[in-house]
């Protein structure tokens, strides 16, 4: 089944400590995207990529990195310097970046404590 | 600015009773609007595409439409497995993001 495949759902990490979230398609697609969403807030852009070995920041990048070496796989990290990680993290793909839906992953729930 | 506004928050309706979601957008230059339904704890499921003023959509008891300013998501004879918040997104001319709103919250009563 071809699809977006988030891991791990659930995730707890102690505060300061670096977490990378994994996100894998195998649609194709050649965008890809990171969304954060907090209760009573809009999904929020945290990094985009249209192609292989290459990403922009949206518009919430700080704390967070990523990186796009392959067209299938696009880990977030959320590095200890962003300053309120717990959070629902949500992955999407599209086949192109423009005029095309954006598939989601099923999340992960970041829990910092 | 790029700016989506979804309404209500909140909807609750009784199993039958039809109604309307609203989604208000202002873009520089629309290249598309998008709407999703997520489930509690799950990612968000695509639902319709609409690319200018005057489309429609179907699917089931799901009908999308789309103006110059707003598009309305039609909810027609709800049932209980149609309860979801309904995400409305855009895509404008001007980047390659999309803009979502922060959607409205049905329950549907049996």
């Known amino acids: 089944d071809g699809g977006i495949t988030q891991s791990p759902k659930y995730l707890f990490r102690k505060e300061g400590q670096n977490v990378t979230l994994s996100c894998e398609q195998n649609?194709?697609?050649?965008?890809m995207y990171w969304y954060r969403q907090d209760p009573g807030q809009g999904l929020r852009l945290i990094y985009y990529s249209q192609i292989v070995n290459d990403f922009q920041k949206g518009d919430i990048a700080e704390g967070y990195s990523v990186s796009r070496e392959k067209k299938e796989s696009f880990p977030l990290t959320v590095t200890s310097a962003q300053k309120n990680p717990t959070a629902f993290y949500l992955c999407a793909s599209s086949f192109r970046a423009l005029n095309t839906e954006a598939f989601f992953g099923q999340g992960t729930r970041l829990t910092v404590v | 600015e790029d700016q989506v506004t979804q309404s209500p928050e909140a909807l609750r309706l009784q199993e039958g009773e039809s109604s309307s979601l609203n989604c208000s957008y202002t873009?520089?230059?629309?290249?598309?609007l998008f709407w999703y339904r997520q489930d509690p704890g799950k990612g968000p499921e695509f639902l319709f595409t609409?690319?200018?003023a005057g489309e429609e959509k179907e699917k089931e008891r799901l009908k999308a439409t789309l103006t110059k300013k707003e598009s309305f998501l039609h909810i027609t004879a709800p049932k209980p497995e149609d309860s979801a918040t309904y995400l409305c997104a855009v895509q404008s001319n001007t980047g390659n993001q999309f803009y979502f709103g922060t959607g409205t919250s049905l329950t549907v009563i049996p």
């Open positions: 649609l194709n697609h050649d965008a």
């Open positions: 873009v520089s230059g629309l290249r598309g």
């Open positions: 609409l690319y200018s």
